[in-house]
């Protein structure tokens, strides 16, 4: 039982990242568009997280695949999959010239995967405090013996 407890452990501070990444490049978006930013700052700031996020993104649904929580890989596979089509298509660095015209697009998808990340962190909370339990209260019952 320590092991799944380490595991959600893990996934909670993946899932924290992943919120921290995709909050930053909404952040970044927004003064862009209020124009506290310039395009070649926000799209550097932006295109610096991207490739680190997916790669997070896909390490986070392979450890679900691997360790076999099948609700979870199936929750986390739609975005994973995006994200791969994005890369292998050459579309997931954003285009400094091109910015503005797809400035209420980029904020929308950012938008949909904060909101995709809350929901499984609500989901990866909960489960790590069921581990938790389970496991003080298997740790309980070793020593009432």
Not at 69 to 75: E, S, V
Not at 110 to 134: G, H, Q
Request: hydrophobic share 55%; glycine share 0%.
């Amino acid at each position: 039982m320590a092991w799944d407890l380490i595991f959600w452990v893990l996934c909670f501070f993946i899932n924290i990242a992943l919120l921290a990444s995709s909050f930053y490049q909404l952040l970044s978006l927004s003064d862009l568009e209020a124009d506290h930013l310039n395009p070649f700052e926000a799209t550097t700031r932006i295109n610096s997280i991207v490739l680190p996020e997916f790669l997070l993104q896909g390490f986070f649904c392979l450890s679900f695949l691997l360790t076999w929580h099948w609700f979870m890989f199936i929750f986390t596979l739609p975005i994973t999959a995006y994200h791969l089509m994005l890369y292998l298509n050459r579309k997931h660095l954003l285009d400094v010239t091109e910015i503005f015209r797809d400035l209420n697009t980029e904020k929308k998808y950012r938008f949909v995967k904060l909101a995709i990340y809350l929901l499984l962190f609500t989901v990866v909370l909960f489960r790590l405090v069921i581990s938790a339990f389970n496991s003080l209260h298997d740790e309980v019952d070793v020593h009432t013996f």
